[in-house]
Structure formats: structure tokens, C-alpha cells
């Protein structure tokens, strides 16, 4: 019998066993542990697009540690939690440099921050599907978000479709530090909620695909407090659709998988993203994971290159890039080795952004756009 | 858009075998999950959220966070 | 904490359960519950009972799809992935070859009486709706035997567990499930049936967790004419196969190690390449008696 290139029937045989009553359908049997380090390094902004402060970006230290176990026949419960540590200078506005061309007002000296996020879930098993509800939090020194998340997951025609539904809704307070000092705001609130659902369709024995919606609406205070002049609406409702495609090519041992998104929000901002994957397994404990992503948005209609500071406080201005008009590359790799209940991942992304990879036409290029480099190690366990 | 909608309905209901248990050995690799790896998919959802405008899809939103 | 031994019967094994507990009474009523669970397998897919599940699907063969519950339905599936797996070899309705290939047979069949008995074979020929199952000839026959016995001693385990039976292990004529390793956290020493002779052990493995199961081995070989044939008899061809002597698998569940095991036996010759390139824990043991394999490390090895 043949066996290059077709999958391991080990796997094949553990995977068709779990839907066996005994080992509890959709249910975790094993407790997963996961954790991982990762490192966020942005491009230093060059010195003549910087009119006063820093040109040191964003560098930041993520840990993220996760864990989910089952808890008697029915349940699981899963808990989460991600440290970052930053540091480096933000723009706080953008003016017309000697050149005319737009240059950055950046924070000063380096500032050093960190934010810590918790999460649990709980989770209910049934024979066709989960419902879950989890809590999180995320704490900064000028900034808390609760959320609530409830979830859940039914699957249709003998598993060959499988309906998910998600709802959150997160309240958050800022509170910027040094308010006095810069006249900056006090204390301010938003509420986010959330609803996405999506429908995953087993199309034939090597492919599947999930199409989504989501829709989003904030509202509270939407703006950039550090920022010099950033005046937004107080409401912003924000809808996506996406598709995402996996197929197995037996021949090569590899999965291929294609995302597309497309966003669109009431500040005038849509976008475009489009991602693919090639997982290509070496062996049975190898596998190599080359991706490409492109992202492309338009600006919102309130974006302006500069700060305006003649415009009275109640009209709408930004000069954040993320409301600007750019594009990005992502070109990442990443490896994963796998042993029978373990597995270590290490991967590399490269971002790339650009005015010219942009979906509308702009006279300026924004000085802040960010390139940086992501690189991951991570580590899993099952037992 | 509403075309894109539409073109998405449509593959999603059209064009799907009837794919026996027995037959999904390659749809439950790992590899062939909408999602590989818990935490590498909420870091990438984490910094595109803060990095670009956009954000949503086909994954439940958590906390907030005020780097957006 | 104290080591409990219960041995049983079942699935025309013998069977025995080792849970170590504190109160007797609460090891005894666990003990009592698997045993029970054991013989509702035995009962539900015994192929010599015509009240079972097994004996109305085979009685139905040719006349009407039969309704089955969830459970024989997922079993099925499994079944169908081996199939899928192992291209074909591994078929639960090749039992029917036994009635040109037994011990009672005093000449070797004829090239047609097997061809005869083929088609009846396939698992293709099985048509299953979302809860019915229908053998589309008349005189073709399941048999659970392959997958529900290992299932069963995984399903053993897991019951055990669930009424908090930390340390233990469940054995079910040869195949075993762990439900945890010994008390001081140490792993069970197995010892694994030496094909020609019963009473000893070939080898002793070590298991922490998971399960072994094995295929093939003591009294699974007759003689027609002179000749020694296997009672594992390959669904594409019709005849035995000359294999390795018996296979033991290691793996997460007793159900996945089983199927490995009866698949590499299927494979006949090919059997060895097979298993090292399945990336499998396993002990082969050829006709000359030699071993294969990580499964037993060096000092563990006594022959």
C-alpha cells in the first residue's frame, strides 16, 4: 500500500474516533496548555518627517498564556491572559513641514507601559454543538475594558454545516495621564457591541468554507485623547463580511487557505483584506507555513493630512494614519514541530505599509504609517 | 456589495457534496481548521486591531484595549 | 490506597479490571458498572445472538435497512474510516470469507467458491442513511469484533474516570486502556502475548497512559492440507495473508491502536514499512519470532 503523501492514519483514526459517544462529540478530552512570547519591533520613523519628539517607535513584549480543560462529561473551561510591555513614542499630530510635506509632533521621551488582559470562559457541550460565556479584562494605567462574551455553536445535516453565533459587549474608561497638565480629557467611557455569525459549509471531502458577517457599534468618547486635535463622532457602527477557505491537497500533503474580508464603517473607512496560507507538512512532525497578507483601506471622511486648528472643536478632524488612506503587506513564516502531545511554533511576519497600496487617491502619504516585525515562539501541550 | 453578498450565499449553499463521517479524515487535520493556533490568531487579531482601522469578520470581539 | 482486581468474562475473553481506591465499597460498585458496560457490548454486538444488533442487521441483508441508534451508527463510521485507511483491507463485512476459510475445511477452496463468497464482501455495499443501515445483498454479514471490543475497553476506561478512579487500567482480552498510571505516578508494566505461547509474555512494555492493543498471535492460525494459513484473510483477494505474527499498538485510545494493529497484519508482507512510516509505537513480531519496534525499550526485553 501507498503511503507518501497521504496523511497519517494515526490522525486520521484519533480524529474519526472522537465522534465515538465515549469520548464526548464536540467535548475536550484532554487538558490544552499553550503559551507563547513574542516580540513587536516598529520602524523607527526617519528624522526629517519628525518636527519635534522622538523617532523611536513601538517596541513591545507580548506573553500569552492559555489554557482549557474539561470539567466533568459536559463542560469545559478555558482562562487566558496576555502581559504586554511597551515602550517607544506615539504621534500626537500632524503639521506642515518646511517642505509642505506632512510632519510628525511625537511624544517625548520613551514611555513605558504595560497592559494586562484575563479572560475565562465556560463552556456547555451538547451532542450538536456549545454554548459558552466568558468575561475579560484589560487594564492599563489610562485605560479598563470589561467585556462579556457569549457564544455558541450548533452543528446542522450531520455535521457537514455548523452555525456560529457570537455577541459581546465591552464598557471602557479612559483616563489619560497628565489631563491637567496638556488639558488633555479626564475620565471618559465607551461601550462596544458586537455581533457576529457565520456559517461553516463542509463543501467536499478536502474543503471547507466559513462566510461570516459581523457588525459592531461603539459609542462614547470614539477619539485619541494624547492627541494635540482629534475631534470624532461620539458613534460609529462598523459591518464586515468574510470568507475563509481551507482546502486539503492530498498529493502534496498541505492545506491552502484563503481569507477574504471586506469592512466597512460610518466614518467613511472600508477596506479589503486578503490572506492565504500554505500549510505543506514534512513528515509527520514538521510542518512549514508560508503567508502573504494584503490589506488595503480608504480614508475617513474626516481624515485631514494636518491639523487644523482654526476648525472649532464641535467639527470632526484626524490626522491618525489608521484613518488615512494606505495599504499594507504582511509576508510571514512560520514553522511548527509536532510531537505526539506537544508541539512548539516559531514564526516570523514582516508589515509593510504604504500610501501607494491604498484604495483611494491621496495627495500625502502619512509620516506615522507603521512597518514592523513580529517575531513568536510558542509552545503547546495536551495531556 | 450586495453582489459580493449574494456571490457568498450562493457558494455557501450551492456546490456541497453530502460528505460521509468516515470521508472527513482531512477536514479534522489540524491544519485544515478555520483557526491554526489559539494565541498566534488572537496576537495577529490584537495588532491589526491596533494598527489599522479595520477589525471584525468572523471572530467574536473581546475586551477592548486603548491602543485604538 | 489499595489495588483492586476484578476478572471477568466478556466478549468471549477474559477481561480484568485493576483500579486502586481507598474504600473497597466505592472501587466494587465502579468495577460493577464497567463490568456491565462490558457485558451490554458483548450483548448489543455479539454476532451468535440474533436479538442483538449485529444478528438484525445480517438477518436483514438483502430485504430492508434496519434502524440503529446513534452509537452503533458512530461505530460504523469508524468502521468506514478504516475502511477509507486502510484502502480496503480493513472491511467489517469480510467475516463471511470464514465460511470457505476454517479449520473445518479439509481441502483448500476453489478459486470460484471464493470469488463467490467476494461478492458479498464490501463495505461499499453498505448503505447508510442518517439512521438505518441496509447490507445490500442477501447473505453478507457485519462484525462489530474488529473495533467494538477495543472501543469498549476505552469506554471502560473512560467510565472509570468519570466516577473518579484515578489509577487503574482496564483489560479486555489483550487490549488495554489506562484509565491512570500507579499511584506513585509510575507507569503499568504490560506484558505483551507471545504469539506461539500463551502463558509468557514475548515482551513488557510500559504505559503511562493511552492504550495497547494487540492483533494476530496464540491460536489465530489452522492447517488445510499441510498447510498453515492465517484466520486473517484479506477482502480484496479472498485468501489469507502471510503476515507478521502478531502486531501490539500503542496509542491515545485502544479503538485507534486496534485498528492500527489489524491493519498492519492486513498489510500482510508490507506490513513493517507500513507501520514505521505510520509513525506508530509498536512490537511486531515476524514468523521466525523476531521483534520490531520502539515500543519496548531495551530493558524491558526478555524473550
Redesign the interface.
Known amino acids: 500500500?501507498k503511503?507518501?503523501g497521504k496523511?497519517?492514519?494515526?490522525?486520521?483514526?484519533?480524529?474519526?474516533?472522537?465522534?465515538?459517544?465515549?469520548?464526548a462529540v464536540t467535548q475536550p478530552v484532554e487538558t490544552e496548555l499553550?503559551?507563547?512570547t513574542?516580540s513587536?519591533k516598529e520602524g523607527d520613523i526617519p528624522a526629517h518627517k519628525v518636527l519635534t519628539g522622538s523617532d523611536e517607535r513601538y517596541e513591545i513584549d507580548?506573553h500569552?498564556f492559555?489554557v482549557l480543560t474539561p470539567m466533568?462529561?459536559n463542560w469545559g473551561f478555558s482562562f487566558?491572559t496576555?502581559r504586554e510591555t511597551m515602550s517607544g513614542a506615539s504621534p500626537q499630530g500632524t503639521v506642515e513641514g518646511l517642505d509642505g510635506q506632512p510632519a510628525l509632533i511625537m511624544s517625548g521621551a520613551t514611555i513605558r507601559e504595560s497592559?494586562t488582559?484575563i479572560?475565562a470562559t465556560t463552556h456547555r457541550y451538547f451532542?450538536n454543538g456549545y454554548m459558552g460565556i466568558g468575561m475579560?479584562?484589560?487594564q492599563?494605567n489610562?485605560?479598563e475594558?470589561?467585556?462579556v462574551?457569549l457564544?455558541g455553536e450548533w452543528d446542522f445535516n450531520?455535521?457537514?454545516?455548523t452555525l456560529a453565533v457570537?455577541?459581546?459587549y465591552?464598557s471602557?474608561v479612559?483616563e489619560p495621564t497628565d489631563a491637567l497638565l496638556f488639558g488633555r480629557v479626564e475620565k471618559e467611557n465607551?461601550h462596544?457591541g458586537?455581533f457576529?455569525i457565520?456559517?461553516?459549509?463542509?463543501?467536499?471531502?478536502?474543503s471547507?468554507?466559513?462566510?461570516?458577517i459581523?457588525?459592531?457599534k461603539h459609542d462614547g468618547y470614539l477619539a485619541d485623547p494624547y492627541k494635540l486635535r482629534d475631534v470624532r463622532p461620539d458613534e460609529r457602527s462598523?459591518?464586515?463580511?468574510?470568507?475563509?477557505y481551507?482546502r486539503?491537497a492530498?498529493k502534496s500533503n498541505?492545506?491552502w487557505?484563503l481569507d477574504y474580508?471586506?469592512?466597512?464603517?460610518d466614518?467613511g473607512?472600508h477596506?479589503h483584506?486578503l490572506q492565504t496560507a500554505w500549510?505543506q507538512?514534512l513528515g509527520?512532525?514538521f510542518?512549514i507555513?508560508p503567508s502573504v497578507r494584503y490589506?488595503s483601506?480608504r480614508e475617513?471622511d474626516f481624515y485631514l493630512p494636518f491639523d487644523d486648528f482654526t476648525l472649532p472643536l464641535t467639527v470632526n478632524q484626524s490626522s491618525d494614519y489608521?484613518?488615512s488612506t494606505y495599504g499594507?503587506f504582511t509576508f510571514g513564516l512560520?514553522g511548527i514541530v509536532n510531537h505526539n502531545n506537544w508541539a512548539i511554533?516559531a514564526?516570523f511576519d514582516r508589515?509593510i505599509s504604504a500610501k501607494k497600496y491604498g484604495l483611494s487617491d491621496s495627495e500625502f502619504e502619512h509620516p506615522a504609517l507603521?512597518n514592523?516585525t513580529?517575531a513568536?515562539i510558542?509552545f503547546d501541550i495536551r495531556f | 456589495m450586495n453582489r459580493l453578498i449574494l456571490v457568498m450565499i450562493l457558494l455557501g449553499l450551492s456546490s456541497c457534496q453530502s460528505v460521509q463521517p468516515w470521508e472527513r479524515g482531512a477536514l479534522a487535520r489540524p491544519e485544515m481548521q478555520l483557526e491554526v493556533g489559539k494565541l498566534g490568531s488572537a496576537l495577529y487579531r490584537q495588532v491589526y486591531f491596533s494598527k489599522e482601522a479595520s477589525s471584525g469578520g468572523s471572530e467574536v470581539a473581546g475586551a477592548g484595549c486603548g491602543c485604538n | 490506597m489499595e489495588l483492586y482486581q476484578f476478572p471477568f468474562h466478556a466478549m468471549g475473553c477474559p477481561c480484568e479490571l485493576r483500579f486502586y481506591g481507598i474504600k473497597r465499597q466505592h472501587v466494587e460498585q465502579v468495577a460493577m458498572r464497567c463490568i456491565e458496560e462490558a457485558k451490554r457490548f458483548e450483548q448489543k454486538y455479539s454476532r451468535y445472538r440474533s436479538d442483538s444488533v449485529t444478528g438484525r442487521i445480517n438477518q436483514s441483508a438483502g430485504t430492508k435497512p434496519v434502524t440503529i441508534d446513534q452509537e452503533t451508527r458512530a461505530i460504523l463510521h469508524y468502521a468506514g474510516v478504516c475502511f477509507e485507511q486502510s484502502d480496503g483491507l480493513f472491511d467489517i463485512t469480510s467475516g463471511v470469507l470464514r465460511r470457505v476459510w476454517n479449520k473445518e475445511q479439509l481441502c483448500i477452496p476453489l478459486e470460484t467458491e471464493i470469488e463467490k463468497c467476494l461478492d458479498l464482501v464490501g463495505w461499499t455495499k453498505v448503505k447508510m442513511t442518517a439512521d438505518t443501515v441496509y447490507l445490500s445483498i442477501r447473505g453478507m454479514e457485519l462484525d462489530f469484533g474488529g473495533v467494538v471490543k477495543e472501543y469498549a475497553a476505552d469506554a471502560l476506561s473512560i467510565l472509570a474516570r468519570s466516577a473518579s478512579i484515578i489509577h487503574g487500567l482496564v483489560n479486555l482480552g489483550g487490549d488495554i486502556s489506562i484509565v491512570g498510571p500507579q499511584p506513585d505516578n509510575k507507569p503499568w508494566r504490560i506484558g505483551i502475548v507471545h504469539p506461539t505461547k500463551a502463558e509468557n509474555p514475548i515482551a513488557v512494555t510500559q504505559l503511562h497512559s493511552g492504550a495497547l492493543a494487540t492483533s494476530g498471535g496464540y491460536e489465530r492460525f489452522f492447517d488445510i492440507e499441510g498447510k498453515r494459513f492465517s484466520h486473517l484473510i484479506n477482502p480484496r483477494t479472498g485468501w489469507p495473508v502471510d503476515s507478521l505474527l502478531s502486531v501490539s499498538v500503542a496509542a491515545d485510545k485502544a479503538v485507534v491502536a486496534g485498528s492500527i494493529s489489524s491493519i498492519a497484519l492486513l498489510q500482510g508482507r508490507d506490513g513493517l514499512a507500513w507501520l514505521n512510516s505510520s509513525g506508530a509505537s509498536y512490537l511486531a513480531v515476524d514468523s521466525e519470532l523476531g521483534c520490531y519496534g520502539h515500543l519496548v525499550t531495551g530493558d524491558d526485553e526478555f524473550s
Open positions: 500500500m503511503t507518501k496523511p497519517s492514519p494515526i490522525l486520521a483514526l484519533t480524529s474519526a474516533a472522537l465522534s465515538l459517544p465515549a469520548f499553550s503559551i507563547m513574542s513587536y507580548i500569552q492559555h466533568g462529561r487566558n496576555s497592559r488582559e479572560g451532542d475579560s479584562h484589560s492599563e489610562d485605560y475594558a470589561d467585556a462574551i457564544s450531520q455535521k457537514l454545516a457570537g455577541l459581546s465591552s471602557d479612559i465607551k462596544s458586537s457576529t457565520g456559517w461553516t459549509q463542509v463543501l467536499n471531502k478536502t471547507v468554507l466559513q462566510s461570516g459581523s457588525l459592531t462598523e459591518w464586515a463580511v468574510s470568507l475563509r481551507r486539503y492530498e498541505g492545506a487557505h474580508r471586506y469592512y466597512e464603517d466614518f473607512v477596506s483584506t500549510h507538512n509527520a512532525s510542518q507555513v490589506y483601506q475617513a489608521r484613518l499594507a512560520k511554533t514564526s508589515y507603521v514592523f513580529l513568536s510558542g
